[in-house]
């Protein structure tokens, strides 16, 4: 778990939820793994675990998030593209979704389980961030972050007009489509996802 103690404020970053470009955002704030209480200063210094240090009960709650389709996806790529997973391990998107070999359920559970104080989603980084009252990166400093990944992957099909961004719902057929929809509906209630139809 990350934490500011000046603040009264965790900072969760669960996987997959742009967590590289937005914890360097809060360094300056003091902000620490209270695991090993180191500042996240850098890429693995920050903590993915979502839960409330000792003490810490009343602190307020940031916590990234993403559209549970573009999640999932990124997920599974993440598990079957991964350095050092063997071609014969891998899952199709289709197998994956089946299988419910979602490393999500957990974390969704956890995040609808707590009163998130500002929800950063994904897809809204820059308008959810400038609701932080206390937060004030300049601009430039945002968009040097968040442009900072810049990970392709021939393995995910991309927007034409962003290839930065994957176009995660051409990696769907109407079977995967509702089963995500059915199992994370309250996150996308949550959040204010629009679930379009397939």
Known sequence: MNVCHELKTI????PRTASRSIAPLFHKYNFINSEYNTHINGYNKYSHTLGIPKGCEDYEIICTVRNPYSWI?????????HEGTAEKDR????QYVENGVWELTDISKHILNNNITYPIR????????RRIPWFNNKE?????????NKNKSENLKRLPENTLVSDYMAHYTQKEF???KNKFLP????????????
């Open 11 to 14: 900072l969760w970053l669960p």
């Open 122 to 129: 994904y897809e809204f980084i820059k308008d959810d961030l």
């Open 178 to 180: 509702n089963t995500v």
């Open 91 to 94: 899952l199709s998107f289709s």
């Open 140 to 148: 430039i400093d945002i968009n040097m972050f968040l442009n900072t």
């Open 187 to 198: 996150l996308f209630k949550r959040f204010g996802y629009i679930i379009t139809e397939y």
């Open 73 to 81: 996806l990124s997920i599974w790529h993440w598990d079957n593209f």
